[in-house]
């Protein structure tokens, strides 16, 4: 029996390791993850120049907005991302109000995941999906500004993401010269009822994540609600159960690869320089294989974060508050896919559904 258990563990830690080191085919062009290092990284580099290093980088978060960018044609790919442009300032702004009351950020961040999946789901919005708009709120929920600050803030915002849809609109005119545009797919109607459960559900244990750092006493605790809705993004439990593992390994080794990056960031043009260089990094690598991705999503995280809204921690703890937001989001988007996979439970959200709207 013993021996039955250990050659079970060393297959599933044999198929594990060999996903781990899995690397996808992508039909991804090179510009793309240039054009988005350029969307993210010129803010920086502008705040750097100016001396503006907070404005920077929330110029290059808005800058994010670019991914949202679908392989249409240019008639339907620019609305579309400016819609999603549009979007992240909301969802900005309406962090930033959640300052207004103890724990409003919790029902402000669970119900917009809930209406930005919802959003992306009728559009037809690629990946990332709502994730960016979730970050945007975040930040502005967890960085403690003054009234006067806040606007300001939120203008720089705004110029992020208008550089994100110039720099959206010159791509597109040059890759569709060389690349045919891909037909808009709209959802169909069984597709859309089934979206309003998967937002539902999403929705509410994005909240419970941001509760549950609320309860730990978890301090600017972006990348938990985040991590949360990365694991539950999954297209299947088995998708899911596979980015919560990536996910983790990524975050771990980003961690030691931070502590070799440390020394080389100590001014603003070395942040900035390392913001672009992490971020056509992360574009490139994100669509082969997310625990390679995941190892300089932790460094730019740190980066952004800390230049949002600059603090007192030392790098080392920044690094370990990073991994225990991880680790308690993705843990909590793992019990959550378990939840959104199972049919049953999704039959008794369907009936409430019902109840109130019958079914197409």
């Given at each position: 029996m013993r021996r039955a258990y250990r050659q079970l563990l060393w297959e599933f830690v044999r198929?594990?390791?060999?996903?781990?080191?899995?690397?996808?085919?992508?039909?991804?062009?090179?510009?793309?993850?240039l054009a988005a290092a350029v969307a993210s990284g010129v803010p920086v580099l502008m705040g750097a120049y100016l001396g503006l290093t907070s404005a920077g980088a929330l110029g290059a978060v808005a800058g994010l907005s670019f991914l949202y960018l679908p392989a249409t044609g240019l008639y339907h790919g620019i609305p579309v991302i400016m819609a999603c442009a549009f979007g992240m300032v909301s969802s900005y702004a309406l962090?930033?109000?959640?300052?207004?009351?103890?724990?409003?950020?919790?029902?402000?961040?669970?119900?917009?995941?809930?209406?930005?999946?919802?959003?992306?789901?009728?559009?037809?919005?690629?990946?990332p999906g709502p994730i960016f708009m979730v970050m945007a709120a975040c930040i502005g929920a967890f960085s403690p500004v003054d009234a006067a600050s806040a606007m300001q803030n939120l203008?720089?915002?705004?110029?992020?993401?208008?550089?994100?849809?110039?720099?959206?609109?010159?791509?597109?005119?040059?890759?569709?010269?060389?690349?045919?545009?891909?037909?808009?797919?709209?959802p169909s109607r069984h597709e859309l009822y089934t979206a309003i459960v998967d937002s539902i559900m999403i929705g509410g244990f994005v909240g419970v994540s941001l509760g549950v750092a609320a309860m730990l006493?978890?301090?600017?605790?972006?990348?938990?609600?985040?991590?949360?809705?990365?694991?539950?993004?999954?297209?299947?439990?088995?998708a899911s159960w596979s980015r919560h593992v990536h996910r983790i390994v990524g975050t771990v080794i980003g961690m030691g690869f931070t502590g070799l990056l440390a020394p080389l960031l100590s001014n603003d043009w070395g942040v900035a320089i390392a913001v672009t260089?992490?971020?056509?990094?992360?574009?490139?690598?994100?669509?082969?294989?997310?625990?390679?991705?995941?190892?300089?999503?932790?460094?730019?995280?740190?980066l952004l974060a800390e230049s949002v809204?600059?603090?007192?921690?030392?790098?080392?703890?920044?690094?370990?508050?990073?991994?225990?937001?991880?680790?308690?989001?993705?843990?909590?988007?793992?019990?959550?896919?378990?939840?959104?996979?199972?049919?049953?439970?999704?039959?008794?959200?369907?009936?409430?559904?019902?109840?109130?709207?019958?079914?197409?």
């Open positions: 198929k594990e390791s060999a996903a781990l080191l899995t690397i996808q085919r992508s039909d991804r062009p090179w510009q793309l993850p962090g930033l109000a959640s300052q207004v009351a103890p724990g409003m950020a919790i029902l402000l961040v669970a119900c917009l995941a809930a209406a930005a999946l919802l959003f992306c789901k009728t559009q037809a919005v690629i990946p203008g720089y915002f705004v110029l992020g993401c208008v550089w994100a849809c110039a720099v959206a609109v010159a791509y597109s005119i040059y890759i569709l010269r060389h690349r045919a545009p891909v037909p808009p797919n709209p006493g978890l301090e600017k605790a972006y990348w938990v609600p985040i991590s949360c809705l990365a694991v539950m993004q999954g297209v299947t439990l088995r260089l992490l971020t056509f990094l992360i574009e490139t690598a994100v669509v082969r294989n997310y625990a390679f991705a995941a190892i300089f999503i932790t460094p730019l995280t740190i809204a600059p603090g007192a921690a030392s790098t080392a703890l920044l690094m370990q508050t990073r991994l225990l937001d991880t680790v308690i989001g993705s843990l909590i988007g793992l019990l959550g896919a378990v939840c959104l996979h199972n049919p049953d439970v999704r039959r008794s959200i369907e009936r409430v559904l019902a109840a109130i709207r019958p079914a197409p």
